[in-house]
């Protein structure tokens, strides 16, 4: 069966509950959504905003505080936000990303050359086994034993290494803290999870599908998984390149009649980052406009299903302004409807401001 580029762009809005907002609990939306981006500490409570019924940020931050999720370094080798149970089962299959990052990096692969990496963790853990650290901290202790190697560099080798959570106040919603580490296996004493890449492939399906053998590993950032999703019982379709795109046998597809109603997508936005082809959701010249040079992605615009502009929060004194500025022409209910999204997102995420909306010209 043939999808075309409209019938996988609603079934990918489907699986990432942005078709209409839905009653999950947060632990439950982060679940099924196989996590979060979140290199930046709040992106993923505008996340949760767009898409659940009545969610407030301190249901995810009870969530962190409680360690019933986590940050940590995950998928393609960048911070993600993921229930307890999954930072336990997939960061060791995505070892291999760290892996090759320690003999890449342009800034640390170097200067880490020739270390023995075994003793370096051993000395990590046994430091963090007192108490949790700041790279700083870590960097600096770390130094102390091997000082012919920067501090930085040797944190870097040991975020490689170990499956280290940034652990509260980090991430919790109105509160500041640099990263602080501890190891993952520590932290969620008592939480058990079987690594297994057939299942990270079905997690990513559930998410994402229909999706190619391509598109997982760049979600994922890791390579050879043709074999592991051959080996699946998974139903198959084409795309419109004739490319052959893998969905779970339970799964269904929406129509691709169905209405996709405007919405304000977080910054680092998942549908953004996690495929291979990403015109499903963003056309290859607008997604140069929303992700910089740097990896920074603005929170973007959806209009009829696809990105169609970008939004920021400013802040002046005691006003908050959402400035919305699209790429093409929208028509009118589509402007209507994201000015009152925009009117909002600023009474959920900023209550004590006065509130505004600016449209840009496109």
Known sequence: MKLSRRALNRATLDRQLLLRRVNLSALEAVEHL????????????????????????????????????????????????????????????????????????????????GLDH????????????????????????????????????LMHLVRCLLPLVQIPPRGVWGRAGQPTYQVADTWLAGTSAVPSLAQLVRRYLKAFGPASVADVQTWSGLTKLGEVVESMDLRTYLDDAGRTLYDLPEATLPGEDVPAPPRLLAPFEQPI??????????????????????????????????????????????????????FERLPKRDVSALESAGRRLLKWAEPEAEHDVRLNPA
């Open 34 to 113: 196989a996590g979060l981006q979140a290199q930046a500490p709040f992106p993923p409570y505008y996340a949760l905003w767009t898409r659940l019924h009545g969610f407030r940020p301190e249901d995810l931050a009870k969530l962190l505080i409680e360690r019933e999720v986590v940050r940590l370094v995950l998928m393609r080798g960048t911070v993600h936000l993921v229930t307890a149970a999954d930072a336990l089962a997939w960061r060791p299959l995505v070892q291999p990303v760290m892996d090759r990052d320690l003999k890449t990096n342009t800034q640390h692969a170097a200067l880490v050359a």
């Open 118 to 153: 075994g003793a370096v963790a051993d000395e990590a853990r046994a430091l963090l086994a007192q108490r949790p650290h700041t790279s700083g901290q870590l960097g600096t202790a770390l130094a102390q034993r091997w000082p012919e190697r920067p501090g930085g560099s």
């Open 273 to 326: 980052l996690s495929y291979a082809d990403r015109t499903r959701v963003i056309s290859d010249e607008h997604r140069k406009r929303v992700i910089s040079q740097n990896g920074i992605v603005k929170g973007t615009v959806l209009a009829g299903g696809y990105v169609k502009g970008y939004w920021e929060v400013e802040t002046a004194r005691e006003r908050a302004t959402v400035v919305l500025t699209p």
